[in-house]
């Protein structure tokens, strides 16, 4: 849990700092290796962003209780968890918030199998939040909506004819969909107006888009020190993210040259594309796109009810979405 940032977040921080314990008691695992790297996993420095975004939603409403709240806000972290345990199999990832991944430790196939547990633990968190079978529904709509986003970004990995159309569909269910379940689930459970409730899939939408768009942006020049991943990691495995994606058509011969080699790319030839994505300024375009996304999404709270919860998620977006790391 990232105190600098929830110590600004004094109605919700108390929640966050519960909830930390809370997950380490709910995942019980019988295979000890694989249940101590797990634990590693959720100790090692996650942000609890959309927890974080579920608690301040919540705050809209008071129709629950702190248990059920409780168990809403895990069932979104622990789905997170779950997705990343499984997408360091895909990009075959040997750390992930400094910590050796499961799968370079244990092997995919264990890998797999302890994303796949993350998973049961995620529905019986769900069960234990809500007995409503419409936001028990929801879960398993927005459940299948990321999954057919991380299928469908394999179907673009290495393609040099990507839209953008497609790589916003692809991110909008990879990543922007878990924020969107937060802000809706939060506000659901809690009995929040239903005036906020018509916002938040949007809300969550846009500011998971712009969040995703600012990794792609650190992944060609973040600091490695800061982001705790080394630079340019998605083309390594063929992900043509943001920055190279807007590059592309200013050099498409340049560009074939290098990447038609895919996983034959030596470091000198990604150092290349790196240079040539400076060269048509694809960071400086991509951070446009990701400012229009955080622009939507603080007018879109802008338009929730005035007060401190309206100011805190106005506040926590302007933060997350201008981060270095």
Known sequence: MDR?????????????????????????LDNQPIHHKILALLKSGGKLLRPGYFYLFSTFG??????????????IEILHVGTLIHDDVIDDSPT??????????????????????????????????TTDRSLIQNHIDAMRRILQGELH?????????????????????????????????????????????????????AIGCAYQ???????????PKKTQKPVLEDLRSGVYSLPLLLSLSHAPRDFHKLLKKKQAMTLEDIKHVQALVAQYDGVGAAKQLAR???DRALTLIQQLPAGSAQQSLEQLTRLLLRRDH
């Open 62 to 75: 008071n129709a629950t209780t702190p248990a059920q709240l409780q168990a809403g806000a895990a069932a």
């Open 213 to 223: 768009m600012l990794d792609d942006i650190l992944d060609y020049a973040g600091d």
């Open 96 to 129: 992930r918030r400094g910590v050796r991944t499961i799968q370079m430790t244990y092997g995919q196939r264990n890998a797999i199998y302890a994303g796949d547990f993350m998973f049961t633990v995620y529905f019986d968190q769900v069960l234990q939040s």
């Open 292 to 294: 229009d996304y955080t």
């Open 153 to 205: 970004q394999m179907d673009l990995n290495y393609r040099e004819d990507i839209t953008l159309d497609a790589y916003l569909n692809e991110i909008a269910g990879k990543t922007a969909e878990l924020f969107a379940l937060s802000c809706y689930q939060g506000a659901q459970l809690a009995g929040a107006p239903q005036s906020v409730i018509d916002h938040t899939r949007e809300i969550g939408i």
């Open 4 to 28: 600098q940032l929830w110590r600004q977040f004094p109605q919700v921080e108390p929640q966050l700092t519960a909830l930390q314990d809370y997950l380490l008691r709910t995942v019980q």
